[in-house]
């Protein structure tokens, strides 16, 4: 094997594939990265027996092959390599990689140890790569990403015949986000994903505006969650969990009788604020009055902050005071997009709703943040 490809693109590939490799395998095969290099492209793949990354970038190449190389290792020369382009050459149990200056040398690992990579699923639909990125920034926080319940650890995406759906939730907090994509399916599909994969294919998504991303969701028994733009191509096998009952929960708080509606740069930025001298655990209290919001965090014995901005509160002649995990208050408001949010109540200690400001129902926006509220402290 003996190639030249271009280093940018040898380090985007290698980086995006590695994302596959697992932080402790199984057999050390499973670190590795395989290289294929034939007629005018240079194939990186990378496999942990749960997900499978295959990268596709131009190369010239001189004599076809394959290898099998540390991937973590790869990516990080990559990386590091100072001219445009990189020389690729196999000789022997080893590989050399050498760019301007630069050369390294590095072992091979037995190419008939590494287990095949599995077939990407048939293309279910397809959407808006820039939609998909975001809705997947909006949903994925969200997944209790270290906790034992699988259900809690991934990322819902059901589909129908108009939109995808995205849900996910640690039991405190619950964003529902929906967009628009195409397809053929006759009948409703879904699949819980890992939240961190689905992240990892959050940055990996083409910035171009007319991107567009092709999914496919399971069918029958492949167990297999697809994804392909470009030359790019992911699997991932699903959470074998469901989430059935976020609709039931969604439907409960659809029209809540009062309703707050502030600038939400200005709110995230007072919740930035006034979060510095809230320890852990401790909640941001909003105390909520016609015109104006008070944010409150910190303890009489220790430290502690004020901070108010303007807001429209409707729906009650009362003040009216809730409590947030300042964290998962902010991460909320930074998944709205929108100029303001309007936060649907019913009472101090039931679940709040974050909506973006639109002028349309609460129950009809692409994007429905729910989130708990906790108990005050003294």
Not at 11 to 25: Q, V
Not at 142 to 156: K, R
Not at 263 to 278: D, E, F, G
Request: with cysteine; charged share 20%; glycine share 6%.
């Amino acid at each position: 094997m003996k190639l030249s490809v271009s280093t940018t693109a040898l380090a985007a590939a290698a980086t995006t594939a590695a994302k596959a490799l697992t932080a402790r395998p199984a057999i050390p095969v499973l670190a590795a990265l395989k290289l294929a290099a034939t007629g005018s492209r240079l194939t990186i793949a990378g496999f942990d027996y749960e997900t499978s990354t295959t990268q596709e970038i131009g190369a010239t190449v001189h004599t076809g092959g394959e290898a099998l190389v540390p991937g973590r290792l790869l990516a990080d020369i990559a990386r590091l390599l100072p001219g445009h382009e990189a020389a690729i050459e196999l000789n022997g149990p080893m590989v050399e990689i050498t760019s301007d200056t630069a050369s390294y040398t590095v072992h091979t690992l037995p190419l008939d140890e590494y287990p095949s990579l599995p077939d990407l699923p048939a293309a279910s639909g397809r959407v808006d790569a820039a939609l998909l990125r975001a809705a997947i920034g909006q949903v994925a926080p969200a997944a209790d990403t270290n906790g034992q319940i699988p259900m809690l650890t991934g990322v819902l995406v059901q589909a129908d015949a108009t939109h995808l759906t995205l849900v996910a939730t640690d039991r405190y907090r619950m964003p529902v986000r929906r967009i628009p994509w195409q397809t053929e399916m006759t009948e409703p599909a879904s699949a819980m994903v890992y939240a961190t994969t689905l992240q990892d294919l959050a940055a990996a998504l083409p910035e171009d505006e007319d991107g567009t991303v092709d999914l496919a969701l399971p069918s029958g028994k492949s167990g297999l969650f697809g994804v392909q733009f470009g030359s790019s191509r992911i699997t991932t096998r699903v959470l074998d969990a469901e989430m059935t009952h976020w609709q039931r929960i969604m439907a409960a708080v659809a029209a809540l009788p009062i309703t707050l509606r502030v600038q939400t740069a200005a709110l995230a930025a007072a919740v930035k604020r006034v979060a510095v001298v809230a320890e852990r655990a401790q909640p941001i209290r909003l105390d909520m009055t016609a015109g104006r919001v008070e944010l409150v965090a910190g303890t009489k014995d220790e430290a502690r902050a004020r901070d108010r901005i303007d807001g429209d509160l409707t729906g009650t002649n009362d003040a009216l005071s809730m409590c947030f995990n300042p964290a998962f208050l902010a991460s909320a408001l930074a998944a709205v997009d929108t100029d303001e949010v309007e936060i649907g109540i019913s009472a101090p200690a039931k679940p709040a709703l974050l909506t973006p400001a639109t002028g349309g129902e609460p129950a009809d926006s692409p994007l429905r943040y729910l989130l708990m509220p906790i108990r005050p402290t003294s």
